[in-house]
């Protein structure tokens, strides 16, 4: 409780700053208060010049809503914001290719996690501000390979399975190797 209160003393003398904003509203989202979190990441990204704090904040503003799963267009406005600030950054396609996912909304899926792989690098940026939850490359790799099988491009979707095996194996966690492992199984059943 200690470091909520230094967090909100520290808030209470510069309300406008926003870092002093982000600091609490990570409080909030790592304690579960998405609600809280949510208005305090707003304020950040309204409050800063920094494109890596604007983006950051819209995109943890969106995982707040992503949580309850009941403002999806909510959700995809903030991502699409996110986008168009930082368009060579990867984890809001990441994230607005896994929206649609979650929604069996395979084009648009395909589409998201395919321009995150043509316009970025994939890599995290850690030097900046890290999105901890965005996995890297690999993750909009396997977006890209769930929505082409579901679309129909079950050859790409062989393909890109392969090559999430094959360059990627070491740095894939245990939901992802299961995940994929499942996803093989259906896939060269047919």
Not at 48 to 59: K, W
Request: proline share 3%.
């Amino acid at each position: 409780m200690s470091e909520l209160k230094d967090l909100v003393k520290i808030y209470a003398n510069d309300t406008e700053n926003a870092q002093n904003n982000r600091l609490l509203a990570d409080y909030y989202y790592n304690s579960g208060q998405f609600a809280g979190a949510l208005s305090f990441y707003l304020r950040a990204s309204e409050r800063t010049d920094t494109i890596d704090l604007q983006y950051y904040s819209l995109i943890k503003a969106g995982r707040c809503l992503e949580v309850p799963g009941n403002r999806r267009h909510t959700v995809r406005t903030l991502f699409s914001h996110a986008i168009n600030i930082a368009p060579l950054r990867p984890e809001a396609y990441y994230f607005m290719s896994r929206n649609h996912e979650w929604s069996q909304e395979w084009i648009p899926s395909y589409t998201y996690a395919n321009l995150g792989l043509m316009l970025t690098s994939g890599a995290k940026d850690s030097k900046n501000i890290d999105l901890v939850e965005y996995p890297g490359k690999h993750g909009l790799i396997f977006q890209k390979a769930i929505s082409a099988w579901w679309w129909g491009k079950c050859s790409e979707s062989r393909e890109l399975h392969k090559v999430l095996i094959r360059d990627y194996f070491k740095v894939l966690d245990q939901t992802y190797l299961t995940a994929i492992g499942n996803n093989l199984n259906i896939i060269y059943r047919r």
